[in-house]
């Protein structure tokens, strides 16, 4: 009996461990979703009467046990208006429903009441108006049209000048780019290693088959060294001298840029994709390659026209490793050409309409940037999260497409895998 | 059918037959200049790594003298928050895949391995950011409420399954059931820290290893999970059958079968999950704080190899002494994580080889 | 199909009466995986110390059958078990009857060889110490009991820490039913021991059956008719999860009593 | 007909063998019948054209009975017949030897009635020999048709008659004695009769016997020794 | 002597089975003999004492040849022998019907005899008949023994005694046709006394049956019909 | 074992010297592996359009037997070949040999059914497309007529362009079999085709083997003695790497003339 008893717990114990593992899941899921939307939702403005008579008007953007914190009409530049008050120090709070909250176009955000708040923005803000919103008399609809735009704007624009405010389209479309040129890169080499990997038992495939391995799980700062030194200061420099002398010494390809990042990528994913495409390979019944032999076909036919495809699966599994790596590495990033505000884009409208020599941004980078290198620490943090957000669901939708495509792959190929 | 005893190639006219066979060779050796030239290049860029940090490095006594030591202490940082992620991904991980791999009902593993193994994809930058925006903050209070809680979880597991556990026949979906318990406790840990209003333990810094240590631990989570419970979902069910078969319960087929059989299987996914803390870069670079302090204290912050390669290198002229010192930096790292992973791969495919030869 | 008679065949009646040759008795059972039945009330008798053979075609609810004796099927998700099964004087599905003990006393030998990746000598004392034997000179002893009942010990004696997996298929099975009857059952259940062996290996395998049944109760699921010929005393002819007849083996293979069997035995299906 | 269900075998193959097994069997009864008839046409009619008919006949027959019992074994070396299949391939070898001994008798009812043919005789001895072999030949055709139908009832019904052959036989042998008795010279001609009239009877017994493994192969059930009471 | 390696199969089951098969057939053989032994203890010695054993030991006889015959078919239908295990049990299967008729053919002297019990004979004739019953059974011992050691030459040797026992038949036969003519008022009993004669020589004729599946059995060549030629 | 004459069988000898009725011949072929002979001078006849059957014991060289006949050994490391092998006229092993095509001219199938992972007419279509067959029209005409050849057609007609892996194991099978009949190949080896099916569609594939016999030449390995004893015409016994016997399967199963045979096939070794 006492044997019965130390067993189940020897199960409770793992089934609870597996249950915080749950736990922290949706945790983590929760604080992303909340922390990475709240940026986006309409803050009430909020009146405060002090006892000392003072009345400040503005939005609460953080909260104490014994304090709070508000951001008041930023009149001169962005992030100079808040200021913290004692809870005890406060005589009323209200929400005037006539309050007015402006979002101008350089970040900079205003409030007032009635009248006050178009005189405030005739006189302090030669900068355009973008939004002018009354969010204490708005219902919950017009906050959630509030809360789209917001969201949308952030998606969907540039960054101002200050990279406090605006919306992160570079960041997302550098975050792409990168994710797919990478892809491009590293799927065509990887599969070429993987099937010469299948084929050959020499000692050069020994070799290829221990770097491989070796370099595995190597961490990705150091492939951005490399990505620096050789490709950066090596080839690139390398590439400035003979072809765009004429523009030295300002670097084209001499300096971190859309390309050599994508590189160092492809190399950091490279083992990945092949011990994942040979393994698949690998896993298909030896049947297949002899009954193909035995009609008459040539090892390599067998492979291509058989084995490979049969591998599909695999090889999507590799693909999906390595966008989830690459999509989640910035520590290299940071090395080879990343950039907290890039003057253009790396994906244009004018020939040759990629432009890998390009700096670029990442999502990945602005959120490590703007949670620790903010002028404005408390709008960094939630911006921070914004973009974290943003980056997770595009990880997830790289990965779920990927994801669903091998499942549909796998169901027809798994009467192979029995 | 009628039997022809004219061969297919035949059945073209001759010169079409002729052509059909020079266009299957020509494509044969398109497809190997394709398959040798990748290989090549892959070659190429794999040994250019080790390589090129080599021939930056080799006239040695470029170094800077205080090189070696300020190796010595990024090391010892590394090194620190390395051991504490794996204190937190090494049980965690290992016991969910133990769960996973040998209790789980199927449905609920057919959900909670894929979520665990997305958690993988989640780029480590986040998890920086919640370390250094939300947990760090967070900590700086509630020390105390953490260790409480890392000793009430398991007390209460372990009084519920004594009281409850022989009525339970089957543990399946058992982690749903005993989810309520870590939110409760953390519920009830945080309004008794808030009603006492004192803070027992002040980390001296709120970027500290035990930050760094919590969010490394569970960036490597997922790995240490997905190695561990390939491992022990490779043993063929046909052997914990037998063991059913022969009377033992779950529990004892687990310990008895199935963790021999894939016992090191779980020492290269500690392994791998050492190795990958040892590298990994954006969680140190945002939660640790960055400060170059040795010492085993989990409550300082510390500054890794990896966030310094990150801080430093991007401004420092190549061929410098910095630079330099630098790159021995990177390539002390590589050599590190490079052996344990050929460890952890050899230890892989001792298993693979065993578990092989095991009938299933 | 519809011509089958549910009630039970004459010679499962006259086993019935005396209760005393019988080692084990299902009563109408039935098992359903989700909605879908495998098995329709399956009434068997088995004599106790003969091999009884389980037939039938593929599908038919063999190895269904074969793990509700010893309560396997517990294990897999939605299957549902209706009636009973009587173990000597045992209730398998009682409340109170412990799903462990019940294994033991009921020894299961798969399709493959699936030695556990121990010892040859671990392997046998498994089930042994599971059962509570720690001394280690009562452990030798079964251990060499086992493996000289299954006619391997002379074989393996000099080497009892090899590894089992070393062993040839054939001695590995040899090992496995040497670990089922090392807790000392009385009941084996074979679920097509042979199929992976070859003839020869085969054959000493039928060998082996035919000795233990001379104080165990074997109860042996295979695809192949003629096994059942050459080894078993009493024949169970299982069709779409009914119980289509049961017989001596003799008077089965030369004169069936129902067209399903005679035309499943004569391979005329189809 | 096919009661026994013989040609539904997966294998066309086995279909097939047993069906040439069980065309065979029927060939080489209707071959004992001719013989039969042949030998009884020597002996009623006093032809003794038909004696090389005979031999060439004998000579087939026993290499049918060969032959078929050659294919028998194959099938069971090869097929492993069982149930029905087996029973069939048993009851068939069986059969032969006493679809053979058949025709062996009813060559020697031949040979003997070649002996006889300048013996005279009388009107009332040869009618009780064509009655006696009329019925032995009725059991025949009536063994192989409850052979070729696999028709237990009518097995049984044949192995009723033999009863009545049984009778003829000993009126038949008594009668003969009385003639020896009355005159002793002929005896050897009259010694003939009497082997005639008890291979008759002999081929008789022989058609139960072939109508036993009909019952044996269609019932399962071996009724020999056992005689009647069993087969019903 | 196990010249077929008869009891090398793996499975001792088999061995057993097919051991038991033949220590039966060898067992009925026995009783067989005994039969024949008994006969000719009634005919020679004149002794009636015997006859009921004579009827009980015909009743094992048949009991036997149905129980091995069944014994067979179940090897057969679980066994699936092939080669020699086959021409075994094919073999045994053939010789019971002989041996069982061989029984048969003893009881009937045995009647025959008794009924000859109040008839004095002459010394000559007992005689004839005595050395035709002595060959008779000496050849059934011979081919036991040729089965039982699985010995073709000893088997042909066998065969090759019935011409003699075919002459002697052919002998006593004219012997008694003769006695018959002389005095016809002993007709019957004479008759038995051919009917007894005849028997015996069946039984030769039987013998040699035996041994023709002995040969088969051994050397795997069907020798019946065409006679000691093939077989040497 | 040493008592086998390696001279060649009578039947065999009686076969060779009438060459027309001869599809397929080895001459005195040997075959290692590195080090390790696995065939010992085997001469061997296999008559045109009849079912040869291979048997013998466990690890007797059947299957590297098999492989040698269509060069399928050429892709195993450190097999070596000596001896020749001769499909009709050719000689297998001249080095002028194309070996692609002679393994369009010798089909194989293989022990488990091995369907590309393609639709179930792109599986049959696959030969013909190597070897350069690539009109639509003709392409479906071909894989009417090879699948109507196994009994597939009707089965299969309306769903040509369903994966082949959806098919059951028995239909695998068959359709492995119609794809190497596609390229209309005149010998087919059978490397224990039935042994993954169950008692049913073994039979029923032992049934389409009769009937392709009818036009081809069929060279069938196989474990199982009842297997060789049903389907072939006839039967060659390999032991240790040495033919041992070869003869009508009639001969060999009542009246074999080796004594290996005999133990063989009636369950006697060890
Ligand atoms: N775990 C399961 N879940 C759902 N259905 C099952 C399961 N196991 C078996 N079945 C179904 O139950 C029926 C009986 O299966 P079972 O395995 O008992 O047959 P069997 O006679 O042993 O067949 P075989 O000879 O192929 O082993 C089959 O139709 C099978 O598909
Ligand atoms: N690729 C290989 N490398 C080395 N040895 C081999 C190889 N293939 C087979 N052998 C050896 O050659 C011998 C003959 O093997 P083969 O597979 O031809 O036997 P088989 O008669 O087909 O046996 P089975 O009935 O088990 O299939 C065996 O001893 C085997 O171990
Ligand atoms: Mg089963
Ligand atoms: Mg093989
Ligand atoms: O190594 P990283 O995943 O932090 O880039």
């Known amino acids: 009996m006492i044997r019965r008893r130390l067993d189940a717990a020897g199960t409770w114990l793992l089934a609870g461990t597996a249950a915080l593992c749950i736990a922290l899941l949706l945790g983590l899921l929760l604080l992303l979703l909340r922390a990475g939307l709240a940026p986006f939702w309409p803050a009430p403005v909020i009146e405060l009467s002090l006892h000392d008579g003072r009345v400040l008007l503005g939005e609460v953007v953080s909260s104490e046990p014994d304090s709070l914190v508000l951001r008041g009409s930023e009149r001169a530049r962005i992030g100079d208006a808040y200021s913290r008050v004692a809870l005890a120090d406060i005589a009323m709070r209200t929400q005037p429903p006539d309050a007015l909250a402006l979002q101008l176009a350089d970040g900079r955000r205003l409030f007032g009441r009635g009248d006050e708040a178009a005189v405030l923005a005739g006189a302090l803000a030669p900068a355009r108006v973008l939004e002018a919103t009354r969010p204490n008399a708005d219902g919950p609809i017009a906050r959630i049209g509030l809360f789209a735009r917001a969201a949308a704007r952030f998606v969907g624009t540039r960054p101002d000048a200050s990279a406090l405010g605006g919306g992160m389209l570079p960041a997302l479309l550098g975050t792409v780019t990168l994710v797919l040129l990478m892809s491009i890169l590293v799927m065509p080499l990887g599969i070429a290693t993987a099937v010469y990997l299948h084929q050959r038992r020499g000692f050069l495939a020994r070799s290829v088959r221990g770097a491989v391995n070796l370099l595995a799980g190597v961490p990705s700062i150091v492939y951005g060294v490399l990505g620096l030194g050789l490709f950066v200061h090596g080839i690139g420099a390398g590439i400035d001298r003979w072809f765009y002398a004429e523009r030295l010494p300002v670097p084209t390809f001499g300096s971190g840029g859309l390309l050599w990042a994508a590189l160092t990528l492809a190399l950091l994913t490279l083992p990945v994709v092949v011990v994942s495409v040979e393994e698949g390979l690998a896993r298909i019944p030896a049947g297949l390659r002899d009954g193909a032999l035995a009609l008459g076909a040539t090892g390599d036919e067998a492979v291509w026209g058989l084995l490979l495809p049969a591998a599909r699966p695999a090889v999507l599994t590799g693909l999906i490793l390595a966008v989830a790596r690459a999509a989640g590495a910035v520590a290299p990033l940071m090395l080879v050409g990343v950039v907290k505000l890039a003057p253009a884009l790396p994906l244009d409208g004018t020939f040759p309409y990629l432009h890998p020599s390009r700096q670029f941004m990442h999502l990945g980078f602005e959120v490590y940037d703007a949670a620790l290198a903010s002028a404005d620490a408390i709008r960094g943090v939630p911006r921070a999260y914004a973009c974290a957000l943003l980056l997770v669901v595009v990880v997830v939708v790289l990965n779920l497409s990927a994801i669903l495509l091998r499942n549909r792959l796998r169901e027809r190929y798994r009467a192979l895998e029995t | 059918m009628p039997v022809n005893p004219v061969t297919c190639d035949a059945l073209l006219s001759p010169d079409l037959a002729g052509a059909h066979a020079r266009a299957r060779r020509r494509r044969e050796r398109v497809r190997r200049a394709l398959v040798g030239g990748g290989t090549a290049l892959v070659m190429a860029g794999l040994l250019a790594i080790p390589l090129f940090l080599l021939a930056g490095l080799l006239p040695w006594q470029g170094l800077p003298d205080d090189a070696w030591q300020r190796l010595g202490v990024l090391a010892a940082g590394s090194l620190r928050a390395a051991a504490f992620a794996a204190l937190v991904a090494v049980p965690l991980g290992l016991a969910t895949a133990l769960f996973t791999a040998h209790f789980c009902a199927p449905r609920l593993r057919g959900w909670l391995k894929p979520s665990l193994e997305m958690l993988e994809a989640l780029p480590t930058v986040v998890l920086g950011l919640v370390a250094t925006a939300t947990l760090a903050p967070w900590l700086k209070t509630e020390v105390a409420t953490l260790l409480a809680l890392l000793v009430a979880l398991p007390a209460v597991l372990l009084a519920l399954a004594f009281a409850f556990g022989a009525r339970v026949r089957r543990a399946g979906w058992l982690p749903l059931w005993l989810l309520p318990l870590p939110v409760a406790l953390v519920a009830i840990g945080l309004a008794l820290g808030a009603r006492s209003g004192t803070v027992a333990i002040a980390p001296a810094n709120p970027w500290n290893a035990l930050v760094v240590g919590l969010a490394l631990g569970v960036a490597a989570l997922p790995l240490v999970y997905s190695v561990a419970e390939d491992a022990l979902f490779l043993v063929p069910r046909e052997q914990a059958q037998a063991a059913f078969a022969l009377g033992a319960t779950r529990w004892q087929a687990l310990t008895t079968v199935v963790l021999p059989a894939a016992g090191s299987g779980l020492v290269a996914a500690v392994l791998l999950g050492v190795s990958r803390c040892l590298g990994e870069t954006m969680v140190v670079l945002m939660a640790s704080g960055n400060t170059p302090i040795a010492g085993v204290d989990p409550l300082t912050g510390l500054r890794a190899i990896s966030a310094e390669l990150a801080l430093v290198l991007p401004d420092t002229a190549p061929a410098s002494t910095t630079w330099r010192s630098l790159l021995l930096a990177a390539l002390a790292l590589l050599a590190v994580t490079a052996l344990l992973n050929r460890l952890a791969e050899a230890v892989r495919a001792r298993l693979r080889r065993r578990l092989q030869g095991l009938p299933a | 199909m519809s011509s089958v008679t549910p009630e039970l065949p004459p010679a499962q009646a006259s086993l019935r009466a005396s209760d005393d040759g019988i080692a084990l008795r299902t009563e109408s059972l039935s098992l359903w995986y989700g909605t879908r039945r495998a098995l329709d009330a399956v009434s068997l008798a088995v004599p106790a110390r003969r091999i009884t053979a389980l037939v039938g075609p593929s599908g038919s609810g063999k190895s269904s059958l074969l793990r509700c004796l010893n309560r396997l099927n517990d294990e897999v998700d939605g299957c549902r078990v209706d009636g009973r099964v009587w173990i000597g004087d045992t209730d398998a599905y009682a409340a109170d009857t412990p799903v462990h003990e019940l294994r033991r006393r009921v020894g299961m030998v798969f399709q493959r060889p699936n030695p556990f990746p121990l010892s040859i000598g671990d392997n046998v004392a498994y089930g042994l110490r599971l059962h509570g034997v720690r001394q280690r000179r009562e452990l030798d002893e079964r251990i060499e009991a086992a493996l000289r009942t299954v006619a391997l010990w002379d074989e393996v004696a000099t080497r009892l820490d090899d590894s089992a997996l070393d062993l040839s298929l054939g001695q590995q099975q040899r090992l496995v039913v040497a670990r089922a009857l090392a807790v000392e059952p009385e009941i084996l259940l074979l679920d097509e021991p042979a199929s992976a062996l070859d003839p020869a290996a085969t054959l000493r395998f039928e060998e082996l059956l035919r000795q233990l049944a001379q104080r165990r109760t074997l109860l042996l699921v295979t695809h192949n008719m003629q096994q059942a010929a050459r080894v078993a005393d009493f024949t169970a002819v299982l069709h779409q999860g009914r119980l289509v007849e049961f017989d001596d083996t003799d008077a089965l293979f030369t004169n069936p009593r129902q067209r399903l069997t005679e035309d499943f035995i004569t391979g005329r299906y189809g | ?232």
């Open chain 4, 1 to 232: 007909m096919d009661r026994l269900h013989l040609s539904q075998h997966i294998s066309r193959q086995f279909n097939s063998e047993i069906d040439d097994v069980r065309r065979r069997v029927l060939a080489m009864g209707g071959l004992v019948e001719e013989q039969i008839d042949a030998a009884l046409h020597v002996l009623i009619e006093r032809d003794a054209a038909a004696a090389t008919a005979i031999r060439d006949r004998e000579r087939s027959i026993n290499e049918m009975e060969l032959a078929i019992d050659e294919r028998c074994t194959f099938i069971l070396a090869r097929r492993q017949p069982a149930a029905s299949d087996l029973r069939l391939v048993l009851a068939v070898m069986k059969m032969l030897a006493d679809l053979e001994r058949i025709g062996d008798e009813a060559k020697r009812v031949a040979r003997m009635a070649e002996r006889l043919l300048g013996d005279e005789g009388s009107a009332d001895l040869t009618a009780a020999l064509a009655e006696l072999g009329e019925q032995a030949r009725g059991m025949l055709r009536g063994a192989l048709d409850a052979f070729a139908r696999f028709d237990g009832d009518l097995a049984l019904d044949v192995m009723r008659r033999d009863r009545r052959l049984d009778g003829l036989y000993r009126d038949l042998n008594e009668t003969l004695v009385a003639r020896m008795q009355a005159a002793p010279e002929r005896i050897p001609a009259e010694l003939e009769r009497l082997w005639c009239a008890r291979s008759l009877e002999r081929i008789g017994d022989r058609c139960k016997n072939l109508c036993e493994f009909v019952l044996y192969l269609v019932q399962g059930k071996d009724v020999r020794h056992s005689g009647l009471a069993k087969g019903e």
